[in-house]
């Protein structure tokens, strides 16, 4: 098994910026993909990045629009998403997650293991 732990939400001013952080632990790997995905209330939880295990290969949600980096720190077993020029409509509750087979996928059914998410909340 493996657990997530996500931190580094809160409340933030309309382009302001965050950086959550990811905790893994448990029976880990770094070659794990990584990703971090979003929900809003009376929304469908959406795909926000993912990172592969060596941190060559990214991918991104497309509302992003590079206001978002991921990264991760296998040393460390944590991966990060840094939230550039936040807006109102990035507050959702964020999750992180792994997948344990290779590609950087969109899909959240392809998903393991999940966190219990930390709340971004962002104001005008």
């Known amino acids: 098994q493996v657990q997530l732990v996500e931190s580094g939400g809160g409340l933030v001013q309309a382009g302001g910026s965050l950086r959550l952080s990811c905790a893994a632990s448990?029976?880990?790997?770094?070659?794990?993909?990584m990703g971090w995905f979003r929900q809003s209330p009376g929304k469908e939880r959406e795909f926000v990045a993912a990172?592969?295990?060596?941190?060559?290969?990214?991918r991104f949600g497309e509302f992003v629009k590079d206001r978002f980096t991921i990264s991760r720190d296998n040393a460390k077993n944590t991966v990060y998403l840094q939230m550039n020029s936040l807006k109102p409509e990035d507050t959702a509750v964020y999750y992180c997650?792994?997948?344990?087979?290779?590609?950087?996928?969109?899909?959240?059914?392809?998903?393991?293991?999940w966190g219990q998410g930390t709340q971004v909340t962002v104001s005008s």
């Open positions: 997650a792994a997948r344990s087979f290779p590609g950087t996928s969109s899909d959240q059914r392809s998903y393991d293991y």
């Open positions: 990172i592969s295990g060596r941190a060559s290969v990214t």
């Open positions: 448990g029976r880990t790997s770094s070659s794990y993909v």
